[in-house]
């Protein structure tokens, strides 16, 4: 109950095209759910973050898409560009747990020039 | 204001060994958590600091220990180790609620 399910295990996406990358949780009791954007020799980023109440959060090319009856969150990336191409992990969190994020397996995200 | 700082930032070690990894927060953070890195097991959750005291454990063995100290500077301990003690020891720090957690760049544990 504690996974997070995350794909497609890798993806190749054009520059200007769309990226979408999907999540799925099973514990009703997560209510905290980032992206976090990872470069080679790097720690992970912050990247945006949606609590179950809201449905959709943009920031900038950056969409988190949210549907707490199914269970499942996405990240957009619009106008994808060559220095998003990184690996992208969704993670879920009991905001009143503490700092114990359970994460998704990666998502490891190619944009052609 | 200075990010998260992890030494060393490579180690190699001999099984069975022991190895202690260092992590220094972000000025003011007192939560520091910290996490095992792995191609096969991805990132996985190993415990978490919050003023000195231990206030989440992931589910790893007893070989795997922490601390942290007043100045909130946490420090992870690795006994007897094994080869598939491999990987990437990210520590993270953050203000010990449920907001963003800063990264540091890890330290990459070989075990040969």
């Known amino acids: 109950q504690q996974q997070v399910k995350q794909s497609p295990q890798s993806l190749i996406v054009q520059k200007g095209g769309i990226s979408i990358i999907n999540c799925a949780y099973e514990n009703t009791a997560f209510d905290y759910f980032p992206w976090y954007q990872q470069f080679p020799g790097k720690g992970p980023a912050l990247l945006i973050a949606?609590?179950?109440?809201?449905s959709e959060k943009k920031e900038g090319r950056f969409t988190i898409s949210f549907n707490k009856s199914a269970k499942q969150f996405s990240l957009h990336i619009m106008d994808s560009q060559p220095g998003d191409s990184a690996t992208y992990f969704c993670?879920?969190?009991?905001?009143?747990?503490?700092?114990?994020?359970?994460f998704g397996p990666g998502t490891r995200l190619s944009v052609l020039p | 204001k200075a990010g998260v700082t992890q030494t060393p930032r490579y180690l190699i070690k001999t099984r069975g060994q022991q190895v202690t990894l260092s992590c220094s927060p972000i000025?003011?953070?007192?939560?520091v958590s910290w996490y095992q890195q792995t191609p096969g097991q991805g990132l996985q959750f190993l415990f978490e600091?919050?003023?000195?005291?231990?206030?989440n454990k992931g589910n790893f063995p007893g070989r795997f220990s922490g601390r942290q100290f007043s100045n909130s500077r946490s420090e992870m301990n690795v006994s007897t180790l094994e080869l598939g003690d491999s990987a990437l020891y990210l520590c993270?720090?953050?203000?010990?609620?449920?907001?963003?957690?800063?990264f540091g760049q890890g330290t990459r544990l070989t075990v040969v």
């Open positions: 993670a879920a969190l009991r905001r009143n747990y503490g700092q114990n994020f359970v």
């Open positions: 949606i609590r179950p109440d809201v």
């Open positions: 000025s003011g953070h007192r939560s």
């Open positions: 993270a720090s953050g203000t010990g609620g449920w907001t963003e957690a800063f």
């Open positions: 600091y919050f003023s000195e005291t231990q206030r």
